[in-house]
């Protein structure tokens, strides 16, 4: 039994290939689809918006979390805005110890009320300072499959 309970366990255990942490931070249903398949066709982030308080959900809420409207309008985001936290990630979701050191940050798109949590790349922690600009950088087109992992990661830009 005490075998059994282990290796379910192990089962149960993801593997961590380096790409990201976050994942299951992003919701999945109809909204979700909605957004990865926008950046996956155009590369372009969708919000959900609320008529009622203006707030622009991205990643899209199906309900508004101020006033619990449903949210059925679909707004375009930029794929750049400012960089409002950072962290540096040293553990992976399986609880090892990640060969490199991975950067995160906490992004809030232009137009968007909300923010979103990625990778960043093409950078180091003592170059980035909280307010700069950052920029998505996706996959090529033909290689996008309608995932997070579309985005590759977010980089500064120079203004
Ligand atoms: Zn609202």
Known sequence: MAMKERL???DEAKPWYGELPVESLY??????EKFFR??????????????KCNMVYVP???YCEQDFEKLED????????SLESFTCVHIGLDGKRLLEPMIVGLINL????TSIVHMLGETT????C??????????????????ITDILYFKPTKQ
């Open 8 to 10: 379910t366990k192990a």
């Open 27 to 32: 919701t999945a249903g109809i909204a979700g």
């Open 38 to 51: 926008s950046i996956q066709e155009k590369g372009v982030f969708l919000g959900s918006k609320c008529h």
């Open 60 to 62: 899209p809420k199906i």
């Open 74 to 81: 679909y707004v375009e985001v930029a794929d750049c805005g």
């Open 110 to 113: 232009d137009g968007a009320s």
């Open 125 to 128: 922690v003592e170059e980035l």
């Open 130 to 147: 909280m307010g700069m600009r950052v920029c998505a950088v996706f996959k090529p087109k033909n290689k996008r499959e309608g995932a």
